[in-house]
């Protein structure tokens, strides 16, 4: 069953001297204030889509991987996603890279890459991100 989740942002002025918000619509978990700055510079207590957007990729990278592994029959005890997300004006998203450290008794080394590399590929996410010209990935097994 298809699912569709909301969210909603609001925009008041120009770019370099707007600012805005975002909602978590759908989950009504939040409202986020946004801001040209927060997306060039430190991010001053506001967020960015690209922050949105690692927010996105890491969680379902977690789900994605968690799953394979579990369908070769081992279980995570404790996975850490990071993903940074690369901004860079005039060009657009330039890159992201996925930081992976998981802990899965019983699993090999050239299992676990195997795992991380094929949910790097087919997490939604990433096949959503697909036009960003470099993803990269590092997987350590703990």
Request: glycine fraction near 8%; include cysteine.
């Amino acid at each position: 069953m298809a699912t569709t989740r909301t969210a909603k942002a609001h925009w008041e002025g120009n770019l370099l001297e707007g600012k805005g918000t975002v909602s978590l619509a759908s989950s009504n978990l939040g409202t986020y204030d946004v801001s040209w700055p927060a997306r060039t510079e430190p991010p001053s207590g506001m967020t960015s889509p690209e922050e949105l957007i690692a927010a996105a990729h890491s969680s379902c990278y977690c789900m994605a991987f968690s799953n394979i592994v579990s369908g070769k029959g081992h279980t995570v005890e404790q996975l850490d996603v990071q993903a940074d997300v690369t901004f860079q004006p005039g060009e657009g998203i330039t890159g992201i890279k996925l930081t992976v450290r998981a802990v899965i008794p019983g699993i090999s080394e050239e299992e676990f890459q195997a795992a991380a590399a094929d949910a790097k590929a087919n997490c939604p996410v990433s096949q959503a991100l697909a036009a960003v010209k470099n993803i990269s990935l590092e997987a350590t097994l703990a």
